[in-house]
């Protein structure tokens, strides 16, 4: 009889014990996992294998993968992107028609974006990929490595200095301060939320001191982000040393310079965390064990406001089991931005997010 019979007998289920019931509705797998004949790591593999297996329907003649012929919720789950949407990714990021590896290998570029996606959205090895794909790894890695480099010599300029960006003007910033104002913020000047974030990295072979976080106890590379209500990360500075304060990456990566640029001398400020010096275009929350209560109200509204920018970075955060250096980190880090501008687009028909919508410019993601 089929478990669903069963399920559906009132009369059959009033004799069966709970263990007979989870036997109906368990699979084999987990009715293994359960008896502690699998591991998580061995079930998460097999699941993996199965997956793959489902891929092969989706090869072409030649063995490769097909991306036309995949359907649309495997698309997504494999590169968290909506199939209909990656036309408009590669044209936005202007993904060069064909690649060539060093391997003298040729490649669509529609299917190189498609190894940097996946590589990017789960911590894969290369022969994994080799299954999915059915390339040999140095080709994927090859490939990979060259779109990064053509998405960071193509827009890379867009994330080293807040005045690049066309639509960044007087007129925006008025926007963007009103859009916080609207969400809570009691300063009624802000425009963006600065931040710092580390990432963890292999240990180094040279100046491994350096590098080490004794706060975090890691070896690991630290950015700074400047990110706006609509969720477009303006300004990226990195990497920095993993022993460095906030206070110096600040201070070295000459983000004030250009706020003055930008603001003009008009009342505009940016936000950031007790670790950032108090300016004339920097604020940060009221210090100390004795505080008022509007102080209090203050501090707690700023940082309801200013999740947008943490958001921005668990978003941007490369894999966890990718082995990362001081170099590849910079290099993952920058081209996971259409990464944080998608999550960021998600959650701004939310109600939790500032709602300004990003600008569409040509030639900017």
Not at 23 to 44: I, N
Not at 141 to 147: H, K, Q, T
Not at 237 to 254: C, K, L, M, N, V
Not at 297 to 319: D, I, K, L
């Amino acid at each position: 009889m089929p478990p669903s019979d069963v399920l559906s007998n009132a009369r059959l289920l009033s004799v069966l014990t709970w263990a007979e019931i989870d036997d109906l509705l368990l699979s084999h797998k987990e009715r293994r996992l359960l008896r502690h004949e699998y591991t998580l790591d061995e079930l998460e593999d097999e699941m993996r294998r199965s997956r793959e297996a489902e891929l092969v329907r989706y090869r072409s003649q030649h063995g490769l993968l097909d991306i036309d012929r995949m359907d649309s919720s495997t698309f997504k789950l494999m590169f968290r992107f909506h199939k209909n949407d990656f036309d408009d990714l590669c044209s936005a990021l202007l993904v060069p028609q064909e690649i060539t590896t060093a391997q003298k290998v040729r490649l669509c570029g529609r299917e190189a974006l498609c190894v940097l996606l996946r590589r990017l959205a789960y911590p894969n090895s290369w022969c994994d990929l080799e299954g999915i794909f059915g390339r040999h790894s140095s080709v994927m890695s090859n490939a990979m490595s060259r779109l990064i480099g053509h998405i960071l010599s193509t827009f890379g300029h867009l994330l080293t200095d807040v005045n690049n960006h066309e639509w960044m003007s007087l007129a925006s910033l008025k926007e963007f301060t009103g859009a916080a104002e609207d969400k809570g913020s009691p300063l009624p000047n802000c425009w963006a939320f600065i931040d710092g974030t580390a990432r963890p990295i292999c240990r180094p072979k040279r100046n491994q001191k350096l590098y080490f976080s004794g706060h975090k106890r890691m070896d690991m590379v630290k950015y700074q982000s400047l990110m706006c209500p609509n969720g477009i990360v303006c300004q990226l500075d990195g990497h920095y040393p993993g022993s460095w304060h906030d206070a110096r990456i600040f201070r070295e990566s000459g983000v004030y310079t250009k706020l003055e640029k930008l603001t003009r001398n008009e009342d505009f400020v940016v936000y950031g965390d007790p670790a950032y010096p108090l300016r004339p275009l920097l604020m940060k929350p009221y210090g100390g064990s004795c505080l008022s209560p509007a102080q209090q109200a203050f501090n707690c509204g700023m940082s309801a406001v200013r999740q947008a920018v943490e958001w921005g970075f668990a978003s941007a955060s490369p894999p966890e089991a990718m082995e990362v250096t001081p170099g590849s980190s910079a290099s993952l880090t920058l081209t996971a931005s259409p990464k944080v501008r998608r999550s960021s687009l998600d959650r701004l028909k939310g109600k939790k997010h500032p709602p300004v919508q990003p600008p569409h410019k040509g030639g900017e993601v």
